[in-house]
């Protein structure tokens, strides 16, 4: 399985932007996507996560971020609104999928930077 992140950039403070994760490979299904961030010096956080339980956002994205997925194409978004200096960071998706071969595992895609000018 592979996760492909796309769509981050530099953008101005309290501009948008939108973030894809498209999952390919021997795919049985998709338990969870979630989207996770990293700024210099700091510790991986999660930003939003999305399953059948529902989603969950991170507080300090909370009413700006949201997460979104399209089953049919195994795809999972995270718009990004009225976004901070603070959010600047490398954005990685994160996938709970089940595979015939290896049950169920975590996947975690390559990254992509966003950076948000003050």
């Known amino acids: 399985v592979q996760l492909q992140a796309s769509g981050g950039g530099l953008v101005q403070a309290g501009g948008s932007l939108r973030l894809s994760c498209a999952a390919s490979?021997?795919?049985?299904?998709?338990?969870?996507m979630a989207w996770y961030r990293q700024a210099p010096g700091r510790q991986r956080e999660l930003v939003a996560a999305s399953s059948s339980e529902g989603t969950n956002i991170a507080d300090s994205v909370k009413g700006r971020f949201t997460i979104s997925r399209d089953n049919a194409k195994n795809m999972a978004y995270l718009q990004m609104n009225s976004l901070k200096p603070e959010d600047t960071a490398v954005y990685y998706c994160?996938?709970?999928?089940?595979?015939?071969?290896?049950?169920?595992?975590?996947?975690w895609g390559q990254g992509t930077q966003v950076t948000v000018s003050s």
């Open positions: 490979g021997s795919i049985g299904s998709i338990i969870a």
């Open positions: 994160r996938s709970t999928v089940w595979t015939l071969i290896r049950g169920t595992d975590i996947y």
